[in-house]
């Protein structure tokens, strides 16, 4: 089944930085796109950031230039990272990774990681 495995948050303080890992598995790759979201207490998840089967990425305007996402593409395992820098207290917030996988087990709605917390203070 797909599974997805975020990894590498924790307590930072302003201006620090982390990086995020997130390992898919369970299905065969076929360099669909990988996208990081996030949510804060008390708001609705937002979109974060995608990397593309090209190689190209996509960012939300508050991390433009601060985040960048990259990806590590290996036959059983693919991992998708968030690199970020220059975290600020709005940052904070629980990170999910997301894919719609491919294949037979492309799903619309998209599966889901169980999150990694980020705190910035």
């Known amino acids: 089944h797909v599974q997805l495995v975020e990894s590498g948050g924790g307590l930072v303080q302003p201006g620090g930085s982390l990086r995020l890992s997130c390992a898919a598995s369970?299905?065969?790759?076929?360099?669909?796109?990988m996208s990081w979201y996030r949510q804060a207490p008390g708001k609705e998840r937002e979109f974060v950031s995608e990397?593309?089967?090209?190689?190209?990425?996509?960012?939300t305007d508050s991390v433009k230039g601060r985040f960048i996402i990259s990806q590590d593409n290996a036959k059983i395992t693919l991992t998708v990272y968030l690199q970020m820098n220059s975290l600020k207290p709005g940052d904070t917030a629980m990170y999910y990774c997301?894919?719609?996988?491919?294949?037979?087990?492309?799903?619309?709605?998209?599966?889901w990681g169980q999150g990694t917390q980020v705190t910035v203070s």
């Open positions: 997301k894919t719609k996988a491919c294949g037979r087990w492309y799903k619309t709605s998209g599966y």
């Open positions: 369970g299905y065969t790759h076929c360099r669909e796109t």
């Open positions: 990397i593309y089967s090209d190689g190209s990425t996509k960012y």
